[in-house]
């Protein structure tokens, strides 16, 4: 191991002084990639050195190795000096500071829009292209990104060896450990710039600030048509496949919907726990209220 230098430093120094005019995001990346992939003539190809003594997990290099030990040591040596937020990894903290910049370097070829950050601007593109050339060796599925796959094989594994040290909840995932904690803890890190909302993971932030752009961020492959919500594209994909997995066990109808079961169900239980505040008649779905109140 001693024949190894560990590469850390000569990569952090890169961004050590992110007011450098001459700092710019793609020379940064050439020279990270060529750190990063280096150690990899003295190594077999399978053969992974740094082994994490929380997780388990393995690494090849010594850089990625020392960022991941900060998911456990809650280290982030990274300060945004406008804001003073803080991240685990130089780069992470460029990206940030062109939220206050505004700097968009990256674009989409396609239709031009702009992004602060080359995944953002990649996972894009795949609306366009369709292509996803990470594809899972089990089950088949394909994915845009790399991480988006080694993410989706834990489920292949049904062992979450990720635990909430308060609770004791266990998670295949460890952001989704952190984002759980949050619950403990009351931290909600990521505020909405519009309203001030705070929220205690990413992907519920993204899903509010939709709301005040108008954002549909998720396109169908299929015919195009956008939604703000995964959970919507999910649904929406199904009238495509003509999937309907939620079953009425009363008569046996089948819907695309778990919110379409349930509205179903009502006919059923004679259920109506939507009330008009004008006459006080009730209704089993909320979209029939309005037509009733004008």
């Not at 406008?82 to 206050?100: E, P, W």
């Not at 489920?155 to 759980?180: A, D, M, P, Y």
């Not at 909302?197 to 015919?223: N, Q, V």
């Not at 008649?281 to 209220?289: A, E, G, P």
């Amino acid at each position: 191991m001693h024949l190894f230098r560990c590469i850390e430093e000569e990569q952090e120094e890169l961004c050590s002084n992110l007011d450098q005019e001459e700092c710019e995001a793609p020379q940064i990346k050439e020279v990270q990639e060529e750190l990063w992939t280096h150690p990899v003539v003295h190594f077999s190809e399978n053969e992974k050195p740094y082994s994490c003594n929380r997780c388990g997990r393995t690494f090849n290099f010594c850089a990625p190795f020392k960022i991941h030990m900060r998911i456990h040591t809650g280290e982030k040596p990274y300060s945004c000096k406008t804001c003073g937020k803080a991240f685990t990894r130089s780069d992470k903290l460029l990206c940030h500071m062109r939220t206050h910049t505004g700097e968009k370097p990256y674009h989409c070829n396609t239709c031009g829009k702009r992004f602060t950050d080359q995944s953002a601007c990649k996972r894009h593109t795949a609306i366009h292209t369709g292509e996803k050339p990470h594809i899972c060796n089990i089950c088949g599925r394909r994915f845009v990104e790399k991480s988006n796959l080694n993410i989706h094989l834990t489920t292949h594994v049904g062992e979450k060896q990720h635990s909430c040290e308060t609770c004791g909840k266990g998670f295949r995932h460890i952001n989704k450990l952190l984002c759980h904690m949050r619950i403990h803890t009351g931290e909600k890190p990521f505020v909405c710039n519009t309203c001030g909302k705070r929220f205690t993971d990413p992907s519920g932030f993204k899903k509010h600030t939709a709301i005040h752009t108008g954002e549909k961020l998720y396109s169908c492959e299929t015919c195009g048509k956008s939604f703000r919500h995964t959970s919507t594209l999910v649904c929406h994909k199904r009238t495509h496949t003509g999937e309907r997995p939620f079953l009425c066990i009363t008569c046996g109808n089948r819907f695309i919907s778990n919110s379409n079961l349930k509205s179903h169900m009502r006919t059923h239980t004679g259920e109506k726990p939507y009330s008009c505040q004008a006459c006080g008649k009730d209704f089993t779905q909320s979209d029939i209220l309005p037509s009733n109140t004008a």
